[in-house]
T-cell receptor, first 112, second 114 residues
């Protein structure tokens, strides 16, 4: 199945700094989803990207899907303590295959 | 409101015992999944189902089984628990519609095998 690599594994920032996590694949992806998991919580869906070069924004979060559909990024502007958690990217194999393969995630900690 | 619930939320068991983790969703989703989450490994797929009587193995299915007798439930059974199965288990569900819909996760079940 599809595999996605996420970097970095950990990121510690001062509150107000920006944060970016990357998701990379050696093969073309049909789509990419992003999830956030707060400490002690469960993953919660953030967004899905489908189109080549797609960019979507949710307040301070910007999601991008690469032109070749082999990479994606999540950028947070001016981090806040509420952004703390692990961010996962996930993808499926396309077609009628609904199972998702997750990256290992990036743990973001924010120093107030 | 529709939801997905897991039980028990915490369980401690002994090596060799059979354990069943329950998952119940009221979304009326056809797709249901079991993942395990371990430090350094992220979320790994154990088993999944696309409808009643349908079950499929994921990437880490050894030692686990599932059954799907109705739309709402996908129980996960550890036939003979091993210490390597100590983990946090998440059940999830999604709609059957293209493109792939978002996964809705349960709160998780933390299992410790002594």
């Amino acid at each position: 199945g599809q595999q996605v690599m996420q970097i970095p594994q950990y990121q510690h920032v001062q509150e107000g700094e920006d944060f970016t996590t990357y998701c990379n694949s050696s093969t073309t992806l049909s789509n990419i989803q992003w999830y956030k998991q707060r400490p002690g919580g469960h993953p919660v869906f953030l967004i899905q990207l489908v189109k080549s070069g797609e960019v979507k924004k949710q307040k301070r979060l910007t999601f991008q899907f690469g032109e070749a559909k082999k990479n994606s990024s999540l950028h947070i502007t001016a981090t806040q303590t509420t952004d703390v958690g692990t961010y996962f990217c996930a993808t499926d194999s396309g077609g009628s295959n609904y199972k998702l393969t997750f990256g290992k995630g990036t743990l973001l900690t924010v120093n107030p | 409101d529709a939801e997905i619930t897991q039980s028990p939320r915490h369980k401690i068991t002994e090596t060799g015992r059979q354990v069943t983790l329950a998952c119940h969703q009221t979304w009326n989703h056809n797709n249901m999944f079991w993942y395990r989450q371990d430090l350094g490994h992220g979320l790994r797929l154990i088993h999944y189902s696309y409808g009643v009587q349908d079950t499929n193995k994921g990437e880490v299915s050894d030692g686990y089984s599932v059954s799907r007798s109705n739309t709402e439930d996908l129980p996960l059974t550890l036939e003979s628990a091993a210490s390597s199965q100590t983990s946090v288990y998440f059940c999830a569900s999604s709609r059957t519609s293209g493109p792939t819909g978002e996964l809705f996760f349960g709160e998780g079940s933390r299992l410790t095998v002594l």
